[in-house]
């Protein structure tokens, strides 16, 4: 029931060092945040605070907005930092059973989710009556945490979509049942979406792209690593069909049906690498041109029928898959495209179904990731009403949970943050002056969303308080036309792609611009308490690595305006991109799990955001302590050092094995041991403030640096 996140846009990623000989510390007055004292070196390569002759002040970690008690300081810092610094905290941090990863933006995520619970029980139990926002989301929290009611619906709410899955005889019906379940924004065989024209951001354009598969990525259907997954799916679709009364048999033969129908359009999705091939995912043309691609369906019906006739421009990111989805429209029999389309409407909407399909939806989800129990209802309920309404429950949120203070600090970091990236960019060695002033401009040019909207989205539906199922799909067909009626029409750079609320972070190409939720505005990432290292190291490097994104393999091929263009001489990409290799060369030797390694291609984007984002926020903590008058040492650690512990503790995660292997076949981020490692071991200033010997796992020889 979590918020879905539109595909171009990223969380942000850090990595931390920390120091080995910690000295004890006196306790003293906290650090204020806004001091300026820092260490007199400020080139970005000195040893940190205690390396200058300023006057120390001693203070403990908890001072500075850092935690002693997760770290492992029988580790060395120069070896394994992420130990150094998380291992306190992955020894009394076990991955809680209903999760399958535990982390630091876990914990925070677990806080906002108490919050958000708090204001759903007051809107439920109407102590907010006078407030039509509050009402509404007390309606649908409520019909979702109305368990008896849910029960009594039984199928009620979705026998409209199973009723026109059971009409499908022919292509004739089985165009028209797409059409119903697309309607709901159930994505069978396909799905389309609004986004700013690759080529011309000012107007949306409405994109076609593959969906409609039920296992996590198209390689689970085609490499037999996945076999037991395959096997696992099989037998959650035969307890599925048995729950909608089929008997063993037949419930088998459907199962197959489904697998069937799948394993044809995996074999048409691209793979998540060659989804990163951006110019290759734009694939304009009209409608004409898409019916004789795609011959056979009625696509002018089809539009017109979902409210969006006379589409000018289409936007194909796979023509070779909707070319073959004209073919299987006919060579698939009819009851097999009924199984397959019964199989999505059930799994789509299970979490507002009766317990039996509810349950049986969380046994899939363990099998695939290793979690051990379905999270708690009321914990369910709030991401689905999250989910249903982001931006209507955003704003009690930000109403109770982010101050105005917060808001403008967070405003400096970022200003800090993009006017060191500024500086770096000029000092680059391998770039001509004219592809400098270009991604000069660029940079200029990025805005920074920060907290919340300025105009919150409305939802002009009706929630009826007693039939979550239905609510649930009124939700996702308003929000589905909501998006499609966006097509060939301005494109609003303003528009928030995530929830206030989110633990999360974005940078987006198409507007050039970055979106820092509230949700992450707190620790251990941001405090309005903390000192400015424990800060950029935590926030700052998020910051940083969303400002990056703008100039990663991805985003370096769209300009300040949002186009995708090339601002680059020629000779200055050959040497980014192979700047890259090295990047994607390195990571791809992490092994998460034994004989599982990190794909550098898939990660690539966010290794570069990690590499850049970590040197940027440390940049600006130097800029922002210089003219310092004395220098704050932490338990023995530098002002250098606690800037990487900051980094890492923000960052202190585990996973269940299966979740590491799902990760690492359709996460375009490595796992965050290797964020941490990667990026802090190819930063020499690391190194410097943790005296590290060259040769050390976090001092190589060889290092990468692309920004």
């Not at 690498?273 to 995912?281: A, F, L, S």
């Not at 708690?376 to 203070?405: H, I, N, S």
């Not at 990667?678 to 050390?696: H, R, W």
């Amino acid at each position: 029931m979590k918020p879905t996140v539109v595909r171009h846009l990223v969380p942000a990623a850090a990595l931390a060092a920390a120091l080995a000989a910690c000295g004890s510390s006196t306790k003293s007055t906290p650090v204020e945040p806004g001091s300026t004292s820092q260490p007199s070196d400020t080139s970005g390569g000195g040893g940190g605070a205690t390396s200058s002759s300023l006057p120390e002040v001693p203070v403990s970690l908890a001072d500075v907005g850092l935690e002693a008690s997760s770290l492992d300081k029988s580790a060395d810092p120069c070896v394994d930092f992420y130990q150094f610094a998380c291992g306190g905290w992955l020894k009394t941090q076990p991955i809680p059973a209903d999760r399958a990863r535990w982390g630091r933006f876990s914990e925070v995520d677990d806080r906002n989710e108490k919050a958000l619970r708090a204001i759903l029980d007051d809107a439920r139990a109407g102590k907010a009556a006078d407030d039509p926002v509050m009402t509404k989301l007390g309606a649908f929290y409520g019909s979702c945490m109305d368990e008896a009611a849910v029960e009594k619906a039984g199928l009620t709410g979705i026998k409209p979509l199973l009723d026109v899955v059971a009409k499908v005889k022919n292509v004739k019906t089985l165009d028209a049942a797409l059409l119903a379940l697309h309607k709901d924004a159930v994505w069978a065989a396909f799905n389309h979406a609004p986004e700013a024209d690759f080529v011309d951001s000012t107007t949306n354009v409405l994109y076609l792209d593959t969906a409609g598969l039920g296992l996590p990525d198209r390689d689970y259907y085609v490499k037999d690593d996945f076999k037991d997954k395959r096997a696992a799916y099989r037998d959650h679709l035969v307890r599925v069909f048995g729950l909608l009364g089929k008997p063993k048999a037949k419930a088998e033969a459907a199962a197959d049906d489904v697998l069937a129908v799948e394993t044809e359009l995996a074999k048409l999705t691209k793979t998540g690498v060659e989804r990163r091939d951006v110019p290759k995912m734009y694939n304009p043309m009209d409608l004409p041109a898409l019916a004789k691609l795609s011959p056979g369906f009625d696509w002018d019906g089809y539009f017109k029928a979902l409210g969006s006739p006379g589409l000018a421009k289409i936007v194909v990111t796979t023509p070779d898959f909707f070319a073959g989805f004209a073919k299987l429209r006919t060579d698939i029999k009819p009851a097999r495209w009924q199984s397959y389309l019964t199989a999505r409407v059930v799994d789509d909407l299970a979490d507002a179904l009766p317990k039996a399909f509810d349950s049986e939806h969380f046994a899939l989800e363990k099998a695939l990731t290793g979690v051990e129990v379905q999270r708690e209802r009321w914990k369910r309920c709030v991401d689905a009403t999250g989910t249903a309404m982001p931006e209507l429950l955003g704003q009690p949120y930000v109403a109770r949970m982010f101050p105005g203070a917060s808001k403008q600090a967070a405003i400096d970091l970022v200003k800090a943050i993009a006017k060191a990236m500024g500086e770096q960019l000029g000092k680059l060695d391998w770039m001509s002056d004219a592809t400098k002033q270009a991604a000069q401009a660029k940079l200029a040019r990025i805005d920074g969303l920060i907290g919340y909207p300025d105009v919150w989205k409305t939802y002009d539906f009706e929630v009826k308080p007693d039939n979550f199922a239905a609510n649930t799909r009124v939700a996702r067909a308003f929000e589905a036309k909501r998006q499609l009626l966006k097509a060939g029409k301005p494109y609003d750079k303003r528009e928030w792609q995530m929830p206030a609320y989110l633990v999360n972070a974005y940078y987006n190409p198409l507007a050039n611009n970055t979106g820092l939720p509230a949700g992450i505005l707190q620790p251990p990432f941001f405090g309005a308490d903390r000192s400015i290292a424990a800060n950029l190291g935590g926030i700052g490097m998020v910051v940083g690595h969303e400002l990056t994104h703008g100039f990663d393999d991805q985003g370096a091929q769209f300009d300040a305006d949002g186009n995708m263009k090339n601002w680059w001489q020629a000779e200055d990409m050959t040497k980014f991109q192979g700047k890259g290799k090295c990047v994607a060369d390195q990571y791809s030797k992490f092994e998460a799990l034994p004989g599982k390694f990190v794909n550098g291609p898939l990660t690539l984007g966010e290794d570069i955001a990690d590499l850049g984002g970590v040197k940027m926020a440390f940049n600006a903590y130097r800029s922002m302590r210089a003219g310092a008058d004395k220098a704050y040492v932490a338990d023995g650690f530098t002002e250098d050092q606690q800037f990487f512990l900051g980094v890492a503790q923000a960052w202190c995660s585990h996973d269940r094995d299966d979740e590491i292997v799902r990760r690492l076949t359709v996460d375009v981020h490595a796992p965050p041991r290797f964020r941490v490692f990667g990026a802090l071991s190819n930063l020499p200033a690391f190194a410097e403030a943790f005296s590290c010997k060259a040769g050390a796992p976090m001092h190589p020889a060889n290092v990468c640096a692309v920004w």
